[in-house]
């Protein structure tokens, strides 16, 4: 019967060929893991506070001794929340060795930034990218755009796109290391 249903010539019309399959193959694995640009810079980051959704000012300079990925984020964007998952493994599993994260929303509303980022249970600090943040890491002008920042304040990686576990892992152990 199944044979019978294979061999009608509208069936065999819907059989995708094996370049659409690759071809479908490449466009969902880009889809769910873009590619990103990492590039290793050598910067110091200038003295800068962050607010966060709770209230709290957090100055960057207070957060030497630790290895820090500051992302800048929004709500709105699908590569962002994609990327937060892996974000929040990493910080559970390595926040105790000395990794911190800031997630900075470009986003105008406090308010939205904390209820997404209660919503999802993530527990790393997020807050607002102000102008004078977002200067200070280079004009930040798309999203998700992240800063690995060593344990003396000066800025070893960005990477444009999306950040995920073992890219994490590649870029942020051996600063931890140092």
Request: proline fraction near 7%.
């Amino acid at each position: 019967m199944l044979k019978q249903f294979a061999s009608h010539p509208w069936v065999k019309k819907l059989t995708p060929s094996p370049f659409t399959l690759i071809l479908m193959a490449l466009i969902v694995y880009f889809w769910f893991r873009p590619p990103a640009w990492v590039s290793d810079e050598h910067r110091p980051i200038a003295n800068v506070s962050a607010n966060m959704t709770d209230g709290r000012t957090i100055p960057l300079a207070s957060l030497r001794g630790k290895v820090v990925l500051v992302s800048f984020w929004a709500t709105w964007c699908p590569y962002c929340r994609h990327e937060m998952p892996d974000m929040q493994t990493f910080y559970r599993d390595w926040h105790d060795k000395g990794f911190e994260i800031l997630a900075l929303s470009i986003e105008d509303d406090p308010a939205l930034v904390a209820q997404f980022i209660r919503k999802e249970g993530y527990t790393f600090p997020a807050g607002l990218a102000d102008a004078t943040v977002q200067q200070a890491f280079g004009d930040i002008k798309k999203v998700p755009m992240s800063f690995i920042i060593d344990k003396k304040g000066i800025i070893r990686h960005e990477i444009s796109g999306q950040v995920h576990y073992a890219r994490l892992e590649d870029l942020v152990t051996p600063l931890l290391k140092e």
